[in-house]
């Protein structure tokens, strides 16, 4: 049974950084796209980050650009969320993912198979 596990939120004031990590448990981990995606109150899962089982594309929403690098170590079982010039607007909870299917890096929430339990990021202003 694959298990995600990430840590590093927290409160941070506008303009700071933070790093999420994400733990991923089996031995298949290096096969997977890794996503990040984020929920804040009232509104919808949204795509933010995802990064081939190699790491050799990544792909990042509009809103992050420039500002967040997600980033992997297959020898770790880790993928990370380097998060800079955090803004407001960037609070949420946020989720890293795996698709287990591979050939594709997919943007949205029912393509990934596996899911973390989240962890809240808020940017005071």
């Known amino acids: 049974q694959v298990q995600l596990v990430e840590s590093g939120g927290g409160l941070v004031q506008a303009g700071g950084s933070l790093r999420l990590d994400c733990a991923v448990s089996g031995r298949t981990f290096g096969s997977y796209t890794m996503g990040w995606f984020r929920q804040a109150p009232g509104k919808e899962r949204e795509f933010v980050a995802a990064i081939t089982w190699s790491g050799r594309s990544t792909y990042y929403a509009d809103s992050v650009k420039g500002r967040f690098t997600i980033s992997r170590d297959n020898a770790k079982n880790t993928v990370y969320l380097q998060m800079n010039s955090l803004k407001p607007e960037d609070t949420a909870v946020y989720y890293c993912?795996?698709?287990?299917?591979?050939?594709?890096?997919?943007?949205?929430?029912?393509?990934?198979?596996?899911w973390g339990q989240g962890t809240q990021v808020t940017v005071s202003s």
């Open positions: 993912a795996a698709d287990k299917t591979r050939g594709r890096t997919a943007t949205t929430a029912p393509s990934y198979d596996y």
